[in-house]
């Protein structure tokens, strides 16, 4: 147990207890272990909220709690959606993709995630289009997803204002160019 009353469970331990959550139109709340995520969610720092997936179109940039074959249990993001609604799923901090997730695998998504004590909401506008770019970058331009990362890590513990984060990305440019 730690400082603050809480105490560490494997997530296969507390997977009946989300599902039944999530069943009854509750959120469940949860804190990041690991660093598949990495740099947007922090071992040990963030939390997520975990909320039912129900008939909600599932999008690149989503972030979901999925099962795998092996019966693992993995929240990361949406980098491909198929017409099947399949979906290719991908760490942040990984190359390698879980390819052709089936939407039965899905147990929940994350609408929004805890810094600090502050909330980030997965599905505001700014948020949305930048992991958006970013899952499309990363592949594609890995230089440019590394930096749109680097100004996420930056500014989301900080404000969660875009004009903010605009303003400072324009300072990050105008010292490249010196």
């Not at 804190?31 to 909320?51: C, H, Q, T, W, Y």
């Not at 039965?104 to 995630?113: G, K």
Request: glycine share 6%; hydrophobic share 45%.
């Amino acid at each position: 147990m730690n400082m603050e009353g809480s105490f560490s469970v494997q997530l296969a331990e507390l997977m009946p207890l989300i599902r039944e959550t999530l069943a009854a139109g509750q959120t469940a709340t949860i804190r990041i272990k690991g660093i598949s995520m990495e740099p947007f969610l922090i071992n040990g720092r963030d939390s997520v909220e975990l909320a039912a997936p129900g008939d909600r179109r599932i999008r690149v940039g989503d972030l979901l709690l999925f099962e795998r074959a092996d019966l693992s249990f993995a929240l990361h993001r949406v980098c491909r959606v198929y017409p099947d609604e399949s979906f290719d799923i991908v760490g942040d901090n990984q190359q390698i993709r879980d390819l052709g997730i089936p939407r039965s695998a899905v147990i929940a998504r994350v609408p929004r995630v805890w810094r600090d004590g502050k909330e980030i909401r997965c599905d505001a506008g700014f948020w949305r289009s930048l992991m958006t770019f970013y899952m499309r970058a990363r592949l594609r331009f890995p230089r440019i997803a590394r930096r749109c990362m680097r100004l996420i890590q930056m500014t989301a513990h900080v404000c969660r204002d875009p004009a903010v984060i605009v303003r400072r990305l324009k300072r990050m440019g105008e010292k490249h160019e010196q």
